[in-house]
């Protein structure tokens, strides 16, 4: 299984939300080469670490695609891109952010990419719809399934679910 994470808490130019951009952007991954198998629902989350900013709106894909992990890596980062996405400031607010959770339960540790994704342990707005979409996947280092890595996190605000259509 492949695993990609998928937020916005700004919206990109020509975009009414960050929830319109993240929709936008599922909708633009096929003409990449990145078919959306299945995905989560939509979640709102605080940011990490907390700030100012607005709040996120998460969900979690399950991908088919032909493309190794680097060209993966790579095509997602150009999606990022296409929707406004700058980078700069680490944890700045942005207009959409695709990251590679996990690709078949490969691993990699190289400066270009790290697999599995080296925080996704510690993220509840990550784990919280991994656990809705696939709760029996195992970290492939951890050994740990989506439920028990999200039953060991600290108590925290829990990322709310935001019902949409589609």
Request: net charge neutral; hydrophobic share 45%; charged share 25%.
């Amino acid at each position: 299984m492949i695993l990609v994470g998928i937020g916005s808490n700004l919206a990109a130019p020509g975009y009414e939300s960050p929830l319109a951009t993240a929709a936008a952007a599922l909708e633009r991954l096929p003409s990449w080469g990145i078919e959306v198998v299945r995905r989560s629902r939509w979640y709102l989350s605080e940011p990490v670490p907390r700030s100012d900013q607005p709040w996120f709106v998460n969900a979690v894909l399950a991908v088919a695609t032909r493309l190794g992990p680097a060209r993966l890596l790579d095509r997602l980062l150009s999606v990022e891109a296409e929707f406004g996405r700058s980078r700069g400031e680490r944890n700045a607010a942005r207009t959409l952010d695709l990251d590679l959770l996990d690709y078949g339960g490969k691993m990699s540790d190289t400066v270009r990419l790290v697999l599995p994704h080296p925080r996704l342990q510690e993220r509840r707005f990550v784990l919280a719809p991994l656990c809705e979409l696939a709760p029996e996947w195992r970290h492939p280092l951890l050994g740990l399934t989506a439920e028990e890595l999200l039953g060991r996190l600290p108590a925290a605000a829990q990322p709310v679910r935001v019902h949409v259509d589609g």
